[in-house]
């Protein structure tokens, strides 16, 4: 009994010596802030770092707002160490910060407040310079005295050809994006939105360089035409262009420790580039929109403004009464075509109408109508009219086709053919009573002859299922190649697919270990299935499997106590490896099988 109790004295008293070295080793709390450079121009970014030493109970710090600055979120890291009995832990914030304009700006201090103490960082001043020097290009600042910005580098502008327009008359704009010393990528069209105002599709843009007070730019342009549609003062835009502006870091450091790798070459191959969101927004026009004279306004004006050319074939020139005769237009010019409609025929005496065929080729509004003559005393066809507005000559004209001559027969006796209500020589040439569908188009009233068709060999039902085998041979084998191509092509595809096959591997290893009481190996088995899987499921490096990351990754996908089961597994696989915590077999047990319905419970819910 006596070797039991000091057995136990003995391991109260290691568990208060190791409590007594982590509490002596703790760190002190501290609460820093530090850029990779002080120094940065327009169009590059540098890197602003958070970091908490001493405790990992600190929440996500927002990102700071100063004037001037774009500063937005990185993601965090975290690091947890025990050498020669001392735990060491830390905590830390990344943030890209991109300038907008050139000055000295100061990123303020910030506080965080842990146990109740309050811990602050000092103040850090970035120095923003112009970066059009760098980049072979020789250029100069836009006016003398005035700091430069990013808005001088790339901007839009709208412009218009003049400021005075009537209703619906053409009025060709143009959006010009400016590009000075800067990368672009993902160029988006402009966007234009505006009651009163219709608009065309923006065409592929045009391409080149231009110098302008000293500055060279380049300079992307696109064209389209606006409609006004009701008069009155119109302000036209803004227009909006979204694209993503390519970032180069400023810190530009080769990451093995200067020497040779100071060169200019190795710096910029380990350049670190990113994208940045981007939307520009041009300056608005004022335009004035005149109405349409009401004076010698021609009676079929139907709104059309600007210069039109109509072109009329009727064809054939001599028919049957009863027969078709085809009346094509075709309408072309500079003028909202989309808004105007031909002339068609709603009526003609002695004619049956039929609907106009309406469509649009490349600018030109093409029509196609069928008229049938009712009697032989039809001698053409009526003219055609079209009246627009000339913007230029700023008067209405009026343009006028025919009238068609037209050869109109009776039709031949015996040919077995009547046209409904037709008349000849002033008697109806049809019976009383029409028949449906009779008086649109020619009815074939007789089939004609039937033969007897033989057996073929594309009927044998043989061919039907050897068709039917090769389709799914050809399905299977293609769906297999789909497969692999997709597994060497898609990485994040491959990973997914593989994660739970190499989780189970790691598994297996910590079941082969988990009677064994070397809890270490046990754990460092259990944490490798459970990272493997989680970078493999996410497409994350394996440095990038921290708890915030996770949570951060599968927040909104995933029910909350699975996201409460991964931060218990972290913890208890933490505890040992990083800390002398010894869980039993039970405890070992527990954890195994936590892991593994995370696994499942991840595989069901996220594709």
């Known amino acids: 009994m006596a070797t039991v109790r000091y057995f136990r004295v003995f391991i109260v008293s290691v568990v208060w010596m190791t409590l007594a070295c982590v509490n002596v080793g703790a760190q002190d709390v501290q609460f820093t802030a530090e850029v990779d450079q002080n120094t940065i121009a327009l169009g590059t970014s540098a890197q602003l770092t958070l970091t908490v030493t001493g405790t990992q109970d600190v929440a996500d710090i927002p990102a700071p707002s100063v004037d001037g600055l774009d500063i937005r979120y ?24 991109m300038p907008l304009k050139t000055g000295r700006f100061t990123i303020p ?100 360089d231009q110098v302008i007070n000293g500055k060279r730019y380049r300079i992307a342009e696109f064209d389209t035409d606006i409609y006004p549609t ?47 969101p981007l939307t520009l927004r041009s300056k608005t026009s004022d335009l004035t929109v005149l109405p349409l004279p009401e004076e010698n306004k021609p009676a079929d004006f139907a709104g059309a403004v600007g210069q039109f050319d109509l072109d009329v074939s009727v064809g054939p020139a001599e028919v049957n009464v009863g027969d078709p005769v085809t009346v094509k237009m075709s309408l072309g010019g500079e003028g909202n075509i989309r808004a105007v409609q031909p002339p068609a025929f709603t009526a003609a005496d002695n004619f049956k109408v039929y609907d106009p065929q309406i469509k649009e080729e490349s600018g030109i509004k093409k029509l196609e109508q069928v008229l049938i003559p009712e009697s032989e005393q039809v001698t053409g066809i009526p003219a055609v009219r079209f009246s627009y507005f ?4 700023q008067e209405y ?46 009815i074939k009233e007789d089939p004609g002859t039937f033969y007897v068709v033989g057996e073929r060999f594309y009927r044998s039902p043989a061919l039907d299922c050897a068709a039917v085998l090769f389709l799914g041979v050809w399905g299977m084998l293609y769906g297999a190649y789909r497969r692999t191509r997709k597994m060497t092509t898609d990485v994040a595809y491959a990973r997914r697919l593989l994660a739970p096959k190499e989780a189970r591997r790691d598994l297996r290893e910590a079941k082969r270990l988990l009677p064994r009481e070397d809890t270490g190996e046990f754990y460092d088995a259990l944490f490798r299935a459970l990272q493997k899987y989680l970078g ?42 990083y800390a002398p915590a010894r869980p039993g077999v039970e405890s070992r047990a527990q954890s195994y099988a936590r892991i593994q319905r995370i696994i499942d419970a991840l595989e069901r819910t996220i594709s």
Not at 74 to 96: A, D
Not at 116 to 135: L, Q
Request: aromatic content about 8%; overall charge neutral; proline content about 6%.
């Open 230 to 276: 009701r008069a009155g003062e119109v302000t036209v835009g803004p227009v909006t262009l979204d694209c993503n502006l390519v970032v180069r870091s400023a810190s530009a450091r080769a990451p093995f420790g200067g020497g040779m790798f100071d060169d200019d070459f190795f710096n910029t191959f380990f350049d670190r580039h990113e994208k940045r």
């Open 74 to 97: 990185l993601g965090p890291s975290t690091q947890i160490s025990i050498v020669n009995g001392r735990y060491s832990s830390r905590k830390s914030w990344m943030y890209s910060v």
């Open 390 to 393: 000339d913007p230029a000559l």
């Open 536 to 577: 493999n499921k996410l497409h994350l490096p394996a440095g990038a499997v921290v708890l915030e990351t996770i949570q951060s990754r599968l927040a909104g996908r995933v029910d909350e106590k699975w996201l409460e089961e991964i931060r218990q597994a972290f913890s208890e696989c933490d505890a040992v490896r």
């Open 397 to 442: 004209q009026t343009l006028t086709k025919g009238p068609f001559p037209v050869t109109v027969r009776k039709p031949k006796i015996g040919t077995g053919f009547t046209v409904i209500g037709a008349t000849v020589g002033g008697e109806a040439t049809g019976s009383a009573q029409p028949v449906l569908g009779q008086d649109i188009v020619f």
């Open 109 to 208: 201090a910030l506080s965080i407040h842990v146990n109740g103490r309050a811990y602050a960082t000092e103040a850090v001043e970035i120095e923003v310079t112009d970066a059009s020097g760098t980049t072979g290009v020789t250029s100069a600042p836009l006016s003398p005295g005035t700091n430069a910005s990013l808005d001088d580098k790339i901007f839009l502008v709208l412009r218009l050809p003049k400021d005075k327009v009537y209703v619906n008359e053409r009025l060709p704009i143009k959006v010009l994006l400016f590009m000075a010393d800067l990368s672009v990528d993902d160029v988006r069209f402009p966007e234009f939105k505006q009651a009163g105002v219709d608009m065309d599709k923006f065409g592929q843009p045009r391409q080149y």
